[in-house]
Nanobody
Framework: VQLQASGGGLVQAGGSLRLSCAASGNTFSLSYSLNWFRQAPGKEREFVAG????????FYSDSVKGRFTISRDNAKKIVYLQMNSLKPEDTAVYYCAAKDGIIPHNIDGVDYWGKGTLVTVSS
């Protein structure tokens, strides 16, 4: 499974960004959960949001709940992360991750990682 993330950039506090991650590979299937993690400078990588086979099955970390929305397009094999009301503390490298099965809430549960995309929120 290969994951290609895009959409990062520089935005002012209160602004919005949308990240995308395209999944590919012969072993990828709809049974995979698609997830976003992030890692801020000097901090550990943390779970942000994940979505199961359907968009009704989505989970968020407390720090982004109500501001971020994760969704997936199964036909296109893409997962999105719509980030609104961004704060400087959201600044991090954001990683797309996949797991065959349930949404992983920590890095130990991830099967595949994509390369990160940098999100910088200025105050």
């Amino acid at each position: 499974v290969q994951l290609q993330a895009s959409g990062g950039g520089l935005v002012q506090a209160g602004g919005s960004l949308r990240l995308s991650c395209a999944a590919s590979g012969n072993t990828f299937s709809l049974s995979y959960s698609l997830n976003w993690f992030r890692q801020a400078p000097g901090k550990e990588r943390e779970f942000v949001a994940g979505v199961g086979v359907g968009n009704w099955n989505a989970f968020y970390s407390d720090s982004v709940k109500g501001r971020f929305t994760i969704s997936r397009d199964n036909a296109k094999k893409i997962v999105y992360l719509q980030m609104n009301s961004l704060k400087p503390e959201d600044t991090a490298v954001y990683y797309c991750a996949a797991k065959d099965g349930i949404i992983p809430h920590n890095i130990d549960g991830v099967d595949y990682w994509g390369k990160g995309t940098l999100v910088t929120v200025s105050s």
